[in-house]
């Protein structure tokens, strides 16, 4: 049985929730809108000013200025979740390729696992797709996307471990449908139990909730755990009753949270998402296995299905579709709202 690695997570979403869902959800009403413009939009602007981290390319996008007309049209986003201790660079234990498209509300969310065996820019030979982080940040982490899906990622959104445990717990937990109690107890894995029956869920239940695979279902049961997490983390969001919470939930960002996106485009990106909601999410498919006895484990994506995730990319960022033209994931879960 493979290993399981012990920060195995989806805090890519928590950033996901900052860009659209924590901003965007003022969304609601004009009056939250107006709300937001008088009384936190300096706060937030300031907070958020200390994520921001530019890719360093000769494309990076120039800080200041307001939403653009760009920023209305469909867009590429890298999401990426990092396992970082005490001052380590750290590694991207879960990478989540974003296609936006404000105008329809609509959210296509492609999961690339963390072992998928690549090509990584600059290195000699193939490697675990986490490891570009560990090489280069960010900024070879989106080139080797880049090269693996051929196309070009706009921006990039990255939380650590902590990040995603404090965000959580500020917005006083959120509700899972845990029914019975969820025990990961496999040999060689991190040992933890969720209790279930409970209204709420804090950050480290919700951190394992995205985490465990020893059901019967492995990856694709922890696949539709995360669209799960993701409606109902956005859905959390989009409460006004959150609004008193927003400053202290900013907070946390600091070094937790970086980004290329500045704070007037985050602003602005969230207040350009519809009130209505479609997320789409897939992962990746292929097979694991060493290439000697006692090696590496990796994940060899499948051609096909790589292939299937460009069509996807490439029609979602064509403007002239409308969302009912666009092609989605047959097999996994969207959330609707």
């Not at 200041?64 to 999401?79: D, H, I, N, R």
């Not at 396992?83 to 492609?110: C, F, H, N, W």
Request: glycine share 10%; with cysteine.
């Amino acid at each position: 049985m493979r290993r399981l690695n012990k920060k195995v997570w989806l805090t890519a979403i928590i950033a996901l929730i900052v860009l659209l869902g924590c901003v965007g959800y003022f969304n609601r009403t004009a009056l939250a809108l107006w709300g937001f413009d008088q009384f936190l939009s300096d706060h937030v602007e300031n907070k958020l000013g200390q994520s921001y981290k530019p890719l360093q390319r000769p494309d990076t996008n120039k800080s200041g200025g307001e939403l653009s007309e760009a920023y209305k049209k469909p867009m590429t986003m890298l999401l990426l979740g990092i396992d970082q201790r005490y001052k380590e660079r750290g590694r991207s234990d879960t990478m989540i390729v974003t296609v936006v498209r404000p105008k329809d509300g609509a959210l296509l969310m492609l999961s690339i696992p963390r072992d998928a065996f690549v090509d990584i820019p600059g290195r000699k030979s193939k490697d675990k797709i986490t490891h570009a982080y560990a090489f280069g940040k960010a900024d070879l982490s989106v080139a080797t996307v880049e090269e693996l899906l051929g196309i070009k990622i706009d921006h990039y959104a990255a939380i650590n471990f902590k990040g995603f445990r404090e965000a959580i717990d500020a917005l006083g937990g959120i509700p899972l449908p845990i029914d019975k109690d969820i025990v990961n107890k496999g040999y060689d894995h991190e040992k933890f139990t969720i209790k279930g029956g409970q209204d709420r869920y804090n950050g480290t239940d919700a951190l394992n909730y995205v985490r465990y695979r020893e059901d019967a279902g492995g990856d694709s049961s922890r696949a539709g755990r995360h669209q799960i997490f993701i409606t109902n983390l956005m859905n959390e969001a989009t409460h006004l009753s959150q609004l008193s919470k927003l400053p202290g939930l900013f907070d946390i960002m600091g070094d937790n949270f970086t980004t290329d996106l500045n704070p007037e485009q985050i602003i602005g990106l969230g207040k350009s998402m519809l009130d209505k909601r479609t997320v789409y999410s897939y992962t990746l498919k292929g097979d694991g296995h060493r290439l000697v006895n006692g090696g590496p484990w990796y994940f060899f994506l499948n051609d096909k299905d790589v292939e299937q995730a460009k069509q996807w990319i490439k029609s979602w960022m064509d403007d002239s579709l409308t969302l009912n033209q666009l092609p989605v994931p047959e097999t996994d879960q969207s959330g609707k709202e």
